[in-house]
């Protein structure tokens, strides 16, 4: 199974059926490549979906950046045990084993939760947000998934041209 990883999102509101329907017409009519369209209605059920597609690629990057900041802060934690034990030998002297642990654990559930406030990827969740806020008012939506920067301000310039309330990028 091939898939793709489209990190860069345009999503748009329309105030009824119709609209966005010309919307997705004339981004087909764009011919652009690299990008995914998904038109979204009031109550349908696979929003969040829509919205990420790549869960699976999402929650690997959750775990790989939580796991690179434990490491970046244990190192961390290695670096300040070290000092510390060079400032005052008399921590560690009377806890040989477990001073040195309990610095490079500190270090690393501080790095972990870096790594994984980092990984939440925050702006797609006001996005979500948006997106959702507005199907359960009754409008319909346009999200675009475009695979980089260049495919995403094209989207953009036509999604621009056909709507007249709100549209939103990550």
Do not use: W
């Amino acid at each position: 199974m091939h898939t793709e990883r489209y990190p860069h999102k345009v999503a748009a509101v329309y105030q009824d059926g119709a609209a966005a329907e010309a919307a997705a017409m004339a981004l087909e009519a764009a011919n652009l490549e690299r990008v995914s369209v998904v038109r979204l209605a009031p109550g349908d059920s696979a929003v969040d979906l829509a919205i990420e597609p790549e869960t699976v690629g999402a929650r690997g990057t959750l775990v790989k950046d939580t796991a690179v900041g434990a490491a970046a802060g244990a190192a961390a934690g290695a670096v300040t045990g070290g000092a510390a034990a060079l400032a005052t030998p008399a921590l560690f002297i009377s806890a040989p084993v477990v001073g040195p642990l309990v610095v490079l654990g500190y270090g690393a559930m501080i790095g972990s939760a870096a790594g994984a406030i980092r990984g939440l990827r925050l702006r797609e969740t006001v996005l979500a947000s948006l997106v959702k806020d507005a199907l359960n008012a009754g409008y319909h939506c346009i999200i675009v998934h475009a695979a980089d920067e260049q495919a995403q301000r094209r989207a953009q310039s036509v999604v621009d041209a056909t709507v007249t309330e709100v549209t939103a990028h990550s």
